[in-house]
């Protein structure tokens, strides 16, 4: 049997969290991209699991609507809509707004040279072209925002949210502007922190992924229909 790429063994500590962890996550890359069917053997090979454990963490992720189950035909990953995909940006703004809220307040120091470290090395993976390094430090800064807010119902709502957004920050292309419009954005974040400003910070997160959401259309908008050559 093939062993899929991009996939490590798995311990068996905490194997049915770590595994619905890791599904979500090659979920969220795009290793398992929209409408792709789960192969049981190959996933069991890769991850060196069973099928009882990986068929109970698909079921999670069915439940979580990231993966649909059919009787007889097995799992495949669900499909997001252009419509979903958008709407799913207006309801991460508002979560991720709240999260500001309750951040700015309450973050401690270190937190907030975490932060600030994070943000200088997102920079300076821009400058050097390096996208993965930036959209790890990108991503990092937002969920140490969530943890910051200590609002564990608020981060499992947005996790959620999230892996069905995630991968179109990788293939969806950003122009100049949009780059320098991202990371003013980000510098207003972190000014609003270091104000203790949930208010600020919260509009600015809103507009932040309203941004985003824009984004994401125009990406969209220029891609060829399902019955164009690409």
Do not use: K
């Given at each position: 049997m093939d062993q899929l790429p991009d996939i490590e063994p798995i311990e068996r500590r905490s194997l049915h969290k770590d595994l619905v962890d890791s599904l979500r996550r090659l979920i969220a890359r795009g290793v398992l991209p929209p409408g792709s069917k789960l192969n049981e053997k190959d996933l069991c090979a890769s991850f060196n699991v069973s099928r009882t454990p990986l068929r109970e963490a698909v079921r999670?992720?069915?439940?979580?609507?990231?993966?649909?189950?059919?009787?007889?035909?097995?799992?495949?990953?669900a499909t997001v809509s252009e419509d979903q995909i958008l709407e799913s940006f207006v309801v991460m703004g508002a979560l991720e707004a709240l999260a500001g809220e309750l951040a700015a307040p309450r973050i401690s120091e270190?937190?907030?040279?975490?932060?600030?470290?994070?943000?200088?090395?997102?920079?300076?993976?821009?400058?050097?072209?390096?996208?993965?390094?930036?959209?790890?430090?990108?991503?990092?800064?937002?969920?140490?925002?969530?943890?910051a807010a200590g609002n564990e119902i608020l981060g499992n709502m947005r996790q959620l949210i999230f892996t069905r957004i995630m991968n179109l920050r990788f293939i969806a292309r950003i122009d100049?502007?949009?780059?320098?419009?991202?990371?003013?954005?980000?510098e207003e974040m972190l000014a609003a922190l270091t104000e203790r400003d949930g208010a600020k910070l919260g509009a600015v997160l809103r507009r932040h992924l309203e941004s985003k959401r824009q984004q994401v259309a125009r990406w969209l908008s220029r891609q060829p229909l399902p019955d164009q050559d690409p």
């Open positions: 999670a992720l069915a439940a979580e609507g990231l993966v649909v189950v059919t009787p007889h035909r097995g799992a495949c990953v270190a937190q907030l040279d975490e932060i600030r470290s994070r943000h200088a090395a997102m920079l300076g993976c821009r400058a050097a072209g390096d996208l993965d390094g930036y959209y790890s430090h990108n991503r990092r800064i937002h969920d140490a925002i969530f943890e100049d502007d949009e780059w320098a419009t991202a990371i003013a954005e980000h």
